[in-house]
């Protein structure tokens, strides 16, 4: 039998045929009786639309099939299968020496992947890209966020809370607002330090405190500030802010205010290793002359010269539970906080 235009259509003009019959943003708008740009604001995940409205225009959506693009898929059915790993640093500093976000990093991956989600890691380190994760997350291109390293002021979490987008933070956030969080014990963990040189009978104990428009900054100066203002002992602090050069900085100014001190807390094991440096080039030894304790139990802490006494956090753990909170947020699940605990691990150092 031979082939007859009329009796059945190519398969190419049967897709352009459907192309032509799939609806368009002009015939979402004139079923849920608002404008096209309405419409458009909807798709694109725009949070200015007020919600009674967006459902009316999803509701639109659904019955007409409108589904141009992945995109839209998304917002059809609410879930994109990505989570928005949001870190609050330059690329310099999320990339350097420091071993607490390549942990971070890698454990939530994980946790994820076990999920069947996928992370989208995004840096803030400027004003110009804290704009641009701000239009990616309202967006609708991700189904929760994760920020780790927050500053200050920062705008973007109080931003991120009003997407109605599940957010936690690793770490208690420094501003003052409704975000669950997962943090280790940092006031807890510098006060069992403090404690543990004093009980070794060190008298002139100072402290390199880490960045003071950090939590963990502030709660491990506090946590020092406690136990100093109970014993008989004054307070002696410089700043650093977490890494290895402004350890050995704020230890030579500690030596410089103060040369008989016998004892530092250092908030961060990388800025205890910079003080050690600068402890050998002043030629004081340790433990015999000063003491020196530091905070995270990172792997080099093991192989300083000497081995470095430390406070333990569980960043392993605070990121896994970082990543089971939120999953757990997104089903509806509790917002509780999460404080996890610190160990000591004492070393030749102190």
Do not use: C, W
């Amino acid at each position: 039998m031979g082939y007859r235009r009329g009796d059945r259509r190519s398969e190419p003009e049967a897709q352009s045929e459907a192309k032509m019959k799939r609806p368009t943003l002009e015939a979402v708008a004139a079923r849920a009786g608002v404008s096209r740009a309405t419409v458009s604001r909807v798709v694109n995940g725009q949070p200015t639309v007020a919600p009674g409205i967006r459902d009316v225009v999803m509701r639109a959506v659904e019955e007409l099939g409108y589904v141009p693009n992945a995109a839209a898929r998304t917002l059809v059915n609410q879930r994109t299968d990505s989570i928005a790993l949001v870190v609050s640093e330059s690329p310099t500093r999320v990339f350097s020496d420091d071993p607490m976000f390549s942990t971070v990093i890698r454990t939530a991956s994980a946790e994820l992947e076990a999920a069947d989600k996928q992370v989208v890691l995004m840096l803030t380190g400027s004003a110009r890209s804290h704009a641009r994760v701000e239009r990616y997350i309202a967006g609708g291109h991700v189904d929760g966020v994760m920020i780790i390293s927050m500053h200050g002021a920062d705008p973007l979490p109080a931003a991120i809370t009003r997407m109605r987008v599940p957010v936690v933070s690793y770490g208690r956030p420094a501003v003052p607002v409704d975000l669950p969080y997962v943090d280790n014990d940092n006031v807890g963990g510098a006060a069992t330090a403090v404690r543990h040189l004093i009980e070794s009978g060190r008298r002139r104990i100072a402290t390199v405190a880490g960045p003071q428009d950090m939590i963990g900054g502030q709660d491990r100066l506090a946590g020092y500030r406690n136990v100093m203002q109970g014993s008989d002992r004054r307070s002696i602090v410089a700043v650093g802010d977490f890494t290895r050069e402004s350890g050995a900085a704020a230890m030579r100014q500690l030596l410089e205010d103060d040369p008989a001190l016998d004892a530092v807390f250092v908030a961060s094991d990388l800025m205890a290793i910079g003080a050690l440096q600068a402890l050998r080039q002043a030629g004081r030894r340790v433990p015999d002359d000063v003491a020196v304790v530091g905070f995270d139990d990172i792997e080099a802490a093991r192989y300083t010269e000497p081995p470095l006494t430390t406070v333990r956090q569980p960043v392993v753990e605070q990121a896994t539970a970082m990543v089971r909170l939120l999953l757990g947020l997104a089903s509806g699940g509790p917002a509780d906080p999460i404080i996890l605990p610190t160990d000591l691990v004492v070393r030749e150092s102190a």
